[in-house]
């Protein structure tokens, strides 16, 4: 058995360990499962915790979490107590979820309506489908810029970011002489273009607006957070406001003193009346057709549809994004599939989301994985694809909408992968560091030419405009509920399993959690059905 452990990389730490593990009649499923949970010291308690998860037939009190050959602990780092599960977890009979009620963050009490005592009501604010004017010209690409900019300048203005009324870069540069000492500093807005930290660890970036561009160097200022754009670093094309004065050496540049990204203060949220105190539930990334799709767990969530009291509060079910796995979108998919033709893949969605009942009214975005153009703003699925779908509400990705008066912002959120690369603070564990990073920018994919193509019409619509009560993406299959500034933040979880390539990344996703919240309390609820 010693040689056993050693082999597998496995350090048995302490007696009570070793007598756990020698009453084991074979040690290799706790070998496999030590190894999938990344544990490498086998204490008394860790033995323990695996062989909860090991099918065996060594009696060993095991509390009541499922097992079987692909769970796994829980990531010590997610702060999770849900685990992971590498595969379907196939024949199992899945137990009906927890009825957490009664704790501080699951109440009952604050979920007294019934949705099918209120009638709908959705406001659409945007919503990109049919009205996409762009022809990817070179002038639309600078409108879109020049939009954004004003945009976010003005922003800045109205909000009074900035120390004094901002001038142009060509009227600051003309008068470089008068701007190039401490005493005499000079504010300009414009968009980055973003080089690289110097030996020293300033951030050198050029700045552009409509007269020219300057080059800039931002020194970290004492006391600055890790979010501060000297540390985290900045993204291409972002809109900032800069304060600074010229050093007019041989190779002039512009001396950031203060930087500023557009205001964002608290936010009070709007709340649906009384008498409308329903809620939305928020889900993304169910990828039907492909072979990783949790089917047992969605079954599960049906039948908590039709008999928890707190689904029958549930209003509004909004899809954002990645409906169906797709077809084609990346090479060797075809061998992920179980669904192979893409309208079989949609009809099979909308045969699952017949199995909501009838008070349910469902909102279904598009992802980088749906069959419409990728360019963002992306428009609604194809009618033809609408068709199969009863009681729903077809959208465009992003799409800024009310239910009941509360702001919602939803995003797929495939802009996430260029906030990962681009800022330091951003991981693919921690995507709500992403969404921070949008709305502290007011920006939901600010990188042209990166991961994220973006469709440059005449108005820059990926500006946060207005600042949600609630804001949701996907994409990135983890799951978080939070707060920031007041404004709700949902990272909504997926219905995949861990996929081959996320396996290869070691990334553990967050699948089969609905996160429900309240529309009149913003009180919210996490109900986990893996
Ligand atoms: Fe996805
Ligand atoms: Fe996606």
Not at 342 to 360: H, I
Request: net charge negative; hydrophobic share 35%; glycine share 6%.
């Amino acid at each position: 058995m010693q040689r056993q452990l050693t082999a597998a990389g496995l350090l048995v730490v302490g007696r009570a360990a070793q007598d756990r593990i020698q009453r084991l009649s074979d040690i290799s499923p706790l070998i496999e499962a030590a190894q999938r949970s990344n544990v490498v010291m086998l204490s008394e308690r860790t033995v323990d915790e695996i062989l909860t998860l090991v099918p065996t037939d060594d009696a060993i009190d095991a509390p009541a979490t499922p097992r079987s050959e692909q769970a796994t602990l829980p990531d010590p780092e997610s702060h999770s107590a849900i685990g992971r599960t590498l595969a379907p977890v196939g024949t199992q009979v899945l137990a009906p979820p927890v009825r957490r009620y009664g704790l501080d963050h699951y109440s009952l009490d604050d979920f007294p309506m019934q949705a099918k005592d209120v009638d709908a009501e959705i406001e659409i604010h945007f919503d990109i489908t049919g009205r996409s004017t762009t022809q990817g010209k070179m002038q639309d690409i600078r409108s879109c810029f020049s939009d954004r900019l004003s945009q976010i300048r003005q922003m800045m203005i109205a909000g009074r970011a900035l120390p004094r009324r901002p001038i142009s870069i060509s009227e600051a540069w003309r008068n470089r002489q008068r701007h190039s000492s401490r005493d005499y500093e000079v504010t300009f807005v414009g968009l980055v273009s973003v080089d690289k930290w110097s030996k020293g660890g300033y951030l050198w970036f050029d700045i552009e607006d409509d007269s020219m561009q300057v080059r800039c160097m931002l020194k970290e200022p004492t006391g600055a957070s890790s979010f501060h754009a000297s540390l985290d670093g900045l993204m291409n094309d972002d809109v900032v406001g800069v304060d600074g004065h010229f050093n007019l050496n041989r190779d002039p540049y512009f001396v950031v003193s203060d930087i500023h990204m557009a205001p964002l203060g608290r936010h009070s949220k709007s709340a649906a009346s009384e008498s409308e105190a329903v809620s939305a539930a928020f889900l993304s990334d169910v990828h039907v057709g492909s072979k990783t799709f949790l089917a047992p767990q969605w079954e599960k969530m049906i039948e908590w549809f039709r008999t928890d009291p707190l689904a029958r509060t549930v209003k509004y079910f909004v899809l954002s994004g990645d409906g169906v796995d797709g077809v084609g979108i990346y090479p060797g998919q075809e061998r992920h599939l179980a669904i192979k033709d893409l309208f079989n893949q949609y009809g099979e969605l909308a045969r699952l989301l017949e199995g909501l009942p009838d008070w349910v009214d469902v909102m279904i975005l598009p992802g980088n994985h749906d069959a419409v153009r990728p360019a963002e703003p992306q428009p609604a699925l194809d009618p033809e694809v609408q068709q199969d779908y009863s009681d729903t509400v077809f959208v465009g990705n992003p799409c800024d909408f009310s239910l009941h008066g509360v702001r919602v912002l939803s995003y797929h959120g495939k802009s996430i992968d260029d906030f990962v690369a681009g800022l330091r603070s951003v991981t693919y564990s921690s995507p709500e560091l992403a969404m921070r990073a949008m709305m502290e920018r007011r920006h939901l994919a600010p990188s042209w030419g990166g991961k994220t193509p973006l469709s440059p019409e005449p108005e820059d619509r990926m500006v946060i405009s207005t600042v949600p009560d609630i804001f949701v993406t996907g994409h990135v299959h983890g799951h978080y509920v939070g707060n920031h500034k007041g404004t709700t933040m949902v990272h909504s979880s997926t219905w995949q399993d861990q996929t081959d390539y996320q396996r290869m990344l070691g990334f553990q996703p967050k699948p089969c959690i609905l996160t429900v919240v309240n529309l009149h309390t913003h009180a919210t609820a996490s109900i986990p059905f893996a």
